[in-house]
């Protein structure tokens, strides 16, 4: 019998500290649901002392997931402890994951905290922990770049002190997989309680190596793997989950362990979370990607057809990939779109929800004869974001696009309850398009991040648009799908300014204070 490799996802936490990425409290409830559903074994669903609406999204992922356990982030600090161990209470199972730095420059420029006193917060910080859970995970922060002795006085401290799962975090994305695995290696060795707990690991991407990272750490001992959703994550992301879930289950000839992950449900995952967050997914990422099955040269595509293993080391549908199956059309009724929707994983909220969904397959299916998986899971996605907050809704638009002529565009908009119209000239039709909602809206918002992508394949495929605004150091995504891509574009840019409107559920947890 193998190891088991324990997936911890931190997708609704770290992953939500990418710039844009919050998530409200029902957005986060129903990316869990998706990873009970690829069977993580543990959810870190947010850090509740950050805010009210992070407490309260913590509490509600812990009452509803049953077959994963749900962790929250907490500072060593009694008050975070607390919080954490408060939003919790629901959980079937629990884990409070408690931190602290230990690197040099983190404990002199950071805490101003010795090192003793660092190893006093953390040691009264885990009892505290196991008082609200005998699940206990303490995470020595920024370990990539502090020296090993420390780590194992402190690490030891902690695991008699009733720590349960040890976390290695490369908080910064320094290391270098030979060397982080060696440091894996030592610390389990050196250790003298080592064998009291499952060592973890956590590591960020800013040199390209998070999973190389996580995969050496395996391969020297490692028995957790923090990492998430399409590598989602602070600056340049977490270790991905489906990439390291895919090499371990790929490569069984060189890992001692496996994962209990339902790998099929991960391409669900993976569009959930990408238009729940607004960022959307490169063609060329890996087990993900538009392109990650796609053979293009005759020299691949001849060698598939003979055996498909010439080219191949993963098969596409084990990852959950259907190859754009044509699901329904617009004959297709309210049962069978009901049905293809639950069988991809969402759920309806109640028979208004339903019914509004199916009105809008309707008008999809008007303007696009073949329905597929990926633009239902879209149609759902948009629905979603729509609902937030209505405060603007795109009533009409026309845009104007002629050779030699200047484009332009003329929009109206609902306001609150009033109708309103803005045109503008612009250089494309979008750049007039997003003038146009601006002379009526006035945001002052400035325009980060602007792409499209197709979400099928074909000219008639929806385009998928996102649009990330900032204003006052405040950053949201928008998206917005449609068959022509002048319109997905507005309602990106609607959604995002709907978002900025509404009051900021959740700060991004700030790991400064100590
Ligand atoms: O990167 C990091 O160090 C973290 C810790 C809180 C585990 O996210
Ligand atoms: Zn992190």
Redesign the pocket.
């Known amino acids: 019998m193998k190891d088991q490799l324990i997936i911890f996802d ?1 997708t609704l ?2 992953g939500e ?1 990418s710039p844009g990425a919050s998530m409200t409290r029902d957005e986060k409830v129903r990316i869990a649901r998706a990873l009970e559903r690829l069977k993580v074994n543990i959810i870190e669903a947010g850090f509740p002392a950050a805010s009210v609406g992070d407490f309260e999204a913590v509490q509600a992922v812990a009452n509803i997931i049953k077959d994963s356990t749900v962790c929250g ?1 907490a500072r060593a600090l009694d008050k975070d402890i607390d919080r954490a161990g408060e939003a919790l209470k629901g959980a079937a199972q629990s884990r409070i ?1 408690t ?1 602290i730095a230990t690197s040099p420059i983190h404990m002199q420029m950071k805490l101003n905290m010795t090192p003793e006193q660092v190893i006093e917060h953390a040691v009264r910080a885990v009892k505290r922990a196991r008082q609200y859970t005998d699940d206990v995970e303490f ?1 020595p ?3 990539g770049r502090s020296e090993e002795d420390f780590l194992c006085r402190i690490l030891e401290a902690v695991i008699d002190a009733g720590a349960t799962t040890l ?1 290695i ?3 910064v994305g320094y290391s270098i997989p030979q060397q982080f695995g060696a440091t894996i290696a030592n610390l389990i060795q050196r250790i003298p309680n080592s064998d009291k707990a499952i060592f973890s690991v ?1 590591c ?1 991407n800013d040199l390209g190596l998070a999973v190389a990272n996580s995969l050496s750490a395996v391969m020297n001992g490692a028995r957790q793997v ?1 990492c998430t959703i399409n590598g989602l994550g ?1 600056r340049a992301g ?1 270790a991905s989950l489906e990439e390291v879930v895919m090499a371990v289950k790929t490569r069984q000839d060189v890992f001692d362990c496996q994962t209990r992950i339902d790998t099929r449900e991960i391409l669900t995952c993976s569009k959930l979370v990408s238009s729940i967050t607004g960022f959307p997914v490169q063609p060329n990422k890996a087990i993900v990607g538009a392109n990650a099955f796609a053979h293009e040269s005759g020299i691949h595509q001849d060698g598939i057809l003979k055996n498909r293993e010439t080219y191949e080391i993963m098969r596409a549908e084990d990852v959950g990939w259907s190859a754009n199956r044509m699901v329904l059309g617009k004959h297709s009724g309210r049962n069978a779109f009901k049905s293809r929707i639950v069988e991809l994983g969402f759920e309806f909220g109640s028979e208004a929800e339903l019914n509004e969904a199916f009105a809008r397959f309707k008008q999809l299916a008007d303007k696009k004869h073949e329905i597929f998986d990926e633009d239902l899971q879209m149609l759902i996605s948009e629905a979603s974001f729509e609902a937030e907050d209505e405060h603007i809704k795109l009533i009409a638009l026309k845009a104007c696009s002629e050779t030699g002529e200047t484009p332009c565009s003329t929009v109206t908009l609902r306001v609150d309850n009033a109708e309103v119209t803005g045109n503008a000239e612009g250089g494309g039709v979008v750049d007039a398009t997003f003038k146009a909602i601006e002379s009526v809206i006035q945001s002052n918002a400035t325009l980060e991040l602007y792409s499209v992508n197709n979400v099928t394949t074909g000219t008639d495929s929806q385009g998928e648009v996102t649009v990330r605004l900032e204003k006052a150091g405040r950053i949201v995504n928008g998206l917005g799908a449609d068959t022509d891509i002048v319109t997905a574009s507005a309602k990106a840019y609607i959604n995002a300014l709907n978002k900025l409107h509404s009051p900021e559920q959740r700060r991004h947890p700030q ?1 400064s204070d100590v």
Request: aromatic share 4%; net charge negative.
């Open positions: 931190t936490r770290d500290q982030l994951h931190f995470s922060e920024d370990a976390n975090p490369d908080t956590h960020h923090e602070e977490n790991k």
